[in-house]
């Protein structure tokens, strides 16, 4: 993209300089590609400029200290993401018109969206809030909708507005839960739209206890390999006008 946007500058310049005319009606034009084209290309950028809370007017993200957040996934709004939680690569949790909470050493897996809408037409509350403990799969999208404790949703899911998983509750992948629903504890659902398949044994239900501390333990690797804070990007910023200046 760098490279066709510095051609297409060299090309109109040579234009104008072959056709005198076109010249000072062009200028405009070259000056808006100028600033079009003047900013750094990806691959030479110093820092990456990608936030991963951002807030928006009056709704700041809450996370707190123990929890953590991909480099590259985004949390936007009214967020609040409880102590052990982990937010994967490429999710996005977008608070803007609503409340959204991650519960204790709850995982939000990779490429996942949660959202909250402005109201329900179920009529209960629309914010989005997914309890303790709970996995919710990769590529998986939640709005508006109450997730219990322990709970497992599957990959590529969606659980629409109004929708309550009770504790210990699962959903298979690619499951579709449909406004309103009510999936109770114990039980396993899936399909399109989500079924009951069958109830959990004890085994499992024990199983979703422990999943998600080996999770949390992975997270913890993750989160050490990335500085939260610091001064690379002050002395970048230095570095870029000591080099335009000379």
């Known amino acids: 993209m760098a490279f066709l946007g510095r051609t297409c500058i060299r090309s109109l310049q040579n234009a104008t300089r072959q056709v005198p005319s ?26 990456c400029r990608q936030r991963t809370a951002i807030p928006l007017g009056p709704r700041v ?33 977008r608070g803007d018109l609503n409340h959204i909470q991650v519960g204790a050493h709850s995982s939000i897996q990779d490429k ?8 329900s037409p179920t009529g209960v509350s629309a914010a989005t809030i997914i309890g303790a403990y709970v996995t919710v799969g990769a590529g998986s999208v939640i709005r508006s909708a109450t997730v219990g404790d322990y709970a497992v949703i599957g990959k590529k899911c969606i659980v629409m507005e109004g ?17 309103g629903s009510l999936i109770p504890s114990g039980q396993v659902w899936g399909g399109i739209p989500a079924a009951y398949v069958r109830d959990l044994t004890e085994e499992e239900g024990e199983a979703l206890e422990n999943a998600c501390d080996s999770t949390s333990l992975l997270a913890s690797d993750h989160k050490y390999e990335f500085l939260k804070y610091g001064t690379a990007h002050i002395e970048a910023e230095e570095l870029k006008e000591k080099l335009a200046s000379a």
């Open 22 to 47: 076109l010249k000072a009606s062009s200028v405009f034009g070259q000056q808006s590609l100028g600033r079009m084209f003047s900013a750094n290309p990806i691959e030479d950028e110093v820092y």
């Open 61 to 93: 993200p809450f996370v707190s200290a123990t929890a953590w957040i991909a480099p590259n996934a985004t949390v936007i709004g009214d967020v609040d993401i409880i102590e052990g939680a982990s937010i994967w690569y490429g999710a996005v949790l």
């Open 112 to 119: 996942a969206v949660i959202h909250a809408a402005r109201s």
């Open 163 to 179: 929708s309550l998983l009770e504790k210990n509750s699962v959903l298979e992948d690619g499951a579709v839960v449909p406004p």
